[in-house]
């Protein structure tokens, strides 16, 4: 049963195979329900998959398999709070290495078009360090990385 607020995430045709990969990446996650189109219908065939219900990390998701009209864009991305590198580089080579792109700043894209941002806590606790000056070096590291260094970023609060 679907939660009372869902996130629905359009995806051309590849909802079941998006969700089955977040479902074993990521904790807290799993497909729950997969729904068939009762007949035919614009962007497919009666009983292609329609729907698919999953969480990710414990957020209630709905895949739609809606066609090409509308792709996945930055306006929206999970951010992924992770306690260590080995979870940072763990999640972050899952999608990249999975079909997916590099982008800046902690962020990445899986191949379905979907956007990522794997962003270790000691960057956010480092951007909002209370010291204007320390938060300065931490940015300023971060500003340069792809998938973000934990070593960098404590050594740009150090100074």
Request: hydrophobic content about 45%; charged content about 20%; proline content about 5%.
């Amino acid at each position: 049963m679907l939660a009372k607020n869902t996130v629905c995430l359009w995806f051309d045709g590849a909802a079941q195979q998006a969700a089955e990969f977040y479902a074993a990446t990521f904790p807290d996650s799993k497909v729950t329900a997969i729904h068939r189109a009762p007949s035919d219908y614009p962007m497919g065939k009666e009983d292609d998959v329609l729907t698919v219900e999953f969480t990710v990390m414990g957020i209630p998701c709905i895949g739609l398999n809606g066609g090409p009209i509308f792709p996945h864009t930055e306006a929206f991305s999970f951010q992924v709070a992770t306690d260590d590198q080995e979870e940072t580089d763990r999640l972050w080579n899952a999608i990249v290495g999975n079909g997916g792109q590099e982008s800046a700043c902690g962020w990445c894209k899986d191949k379905w078009g979907l956007n990522w941002q794997i962003s270790p806590r000691a960057l956010t606790s480092a951007v909002a360090h209370p010291d204007k000056a320390v938060a300065k070096r931490a940015f300023a590291a971060m500003m340069g990385m792809t998938k973000i260094d934990i070593a960098a970023i404590e050594a740009a609060v150090k100074g």
